[in-house]
């Protein structure tokens, strides 16, 4: 796709991301769709933060990255600014104890960590040219006693005081709030006025739970124009929901952990699965907010799927775009793949890397590969080992029945599994029956 196209896909930014369930609050919605859809064509700049507390992002941190994705498509100009200055702090947002504090040198490990995610979605995007800024290019330059004069005196502790994240930490007297995180929302307001004074940044978008902090920015540019006498600053903020599951329960969770961005983290044919194994509702609600699909085409697609819920068109829809835009048409098109290669159990061409992670969750057991020498092993025993089968007659039935196959092949008891079964010279995967499989790793 094209970084540089400039003609819209959406003309009105507001009514897309509200349609796509992912409008929250906003300081002032409807001045806000004005600004977004200026009669002279004129792009606006529009940001979203992100903390560099890990390696990678998860999978709520798509959320902000997709709605910069909308607002690439409806010809205006996105800024990631990556928090190597505020990420030295901590957000205590959302959080009941102070964080970990971390080195500068982790830091910037994990802002470089977590730059290709950004690349990755944005560059797919037709649309202005994407802009990624670190914050601790300005933030890093500023003495304490700039901060306290410059920015700390347009700030009333009262006011501080009442933030949900601040009372909550000043409530629970065993741990309380440090001095440092207490200042984090000074130090984020002042991102946005510096964004707003010196690259012509007029709106930030965020999560939910980020929507003191931006108000708090809006403020802080209120102010220091009142201050110099001139005129009042057109800058908004606008949040998303939370994204939540249908059941209750946490989005982004499975019983492997989190569902990351990165492929080192969560590689593409389990972030693949994760999309194509959601419920019907959910798969309703998450094919608007993680994909770029437009609006007549989900609606159709919707339509398609309640007539005939049991093709999965939906998930399978969601999965291959969601993976798509975040790994690309390769990484997606190898997922896939896989996941028709386990069904099916014509699992010999899968590559080294996928089908150790198709086979993650399977059980497993490890065996010395002396023992596939000579005549190699009987199948019969083999079942055993595995627990595919409680005795040797059981196994024999499993044999007889043509209903135990060896890397997508079916064999019998005068089979005997020997080197020659062996994938990438280390793993033999058996299967017995349509869903029951073991992995076999020999060394």
Known sequence: MSENTTTAQITDLVAELEWRGLVKDATDKEALRDHLADPKGTPRKVYCGFDPTADSLTIGNLVPIMMLAHVKRAGHTPVVVMGGGTGLIGD?????????????????????????????????????????????????????????????????????????SVKERLNNREQGISYTEFSYMILQSYDFSYLYENEGITVQFGGSDQYGNIVAGTDLIRRIAVMNDDEPSKTFGLTAPLVQKADGGKFGKTETGAIWLTAARTSPYAYYQFWLN?????????????????????????????????????????????????????????????????????????????????????????????????EGIDPVELLIECNLASSKREAREFLSGNSVSINGSKIDADTRI????????SFIAIRRGKKKWHMTKWS
């Open 418 to 425: 020997t080197a020659d079964h062996l994938l990438h010279d």
């Open 92 to 164: 205590p947002s959302g959080k009941s104890a102070e964080r970990q504090m971390m080195t500068a040198e982790t830091v910037q490990h994990h802002v470089n960590c977590q730059r290709p995610i950004f690349e990755n979605v944005l560059g797919q995007i037709d649309g202005p040219e994407h802009h990624i800024k670190n914050n601790l290019d300005w933030l890093g330059g500023i003495s304490y006693i700039e901060a306290l004069r410059d920015i700390g005196k347009h700030f009333s502790v009262n006011m501080m005081m009442q933030k949900e």
């Open 278 to 374: 959601a419920s019907d509702e959910d798969a309703r609600n998450w094919i608007k907010v993680f994909t770029i699909l437009p609006q007549s085409e989900i609606e159709a697609l919707i339509a398609r799927h309640d007539e005939n819920p049991g093709k999965r068109e939906l998930q399978r829809t969601l999965a291959q775009q969601a993976t798509t835009i975040l790994h690309g048409p390769e990484a997606m098109e190898n997922a896939e793949a896989a996941g028709k290669a386990l069904f099916s159990g014509e699992v010999g061409g899968l590559d080294k890397d996928t089908l150790i992670d198709v086979f993650a969750s399977v059980p497993t057991t490890e065996h010395a590969k002396s023992g596939l020498d000579g």
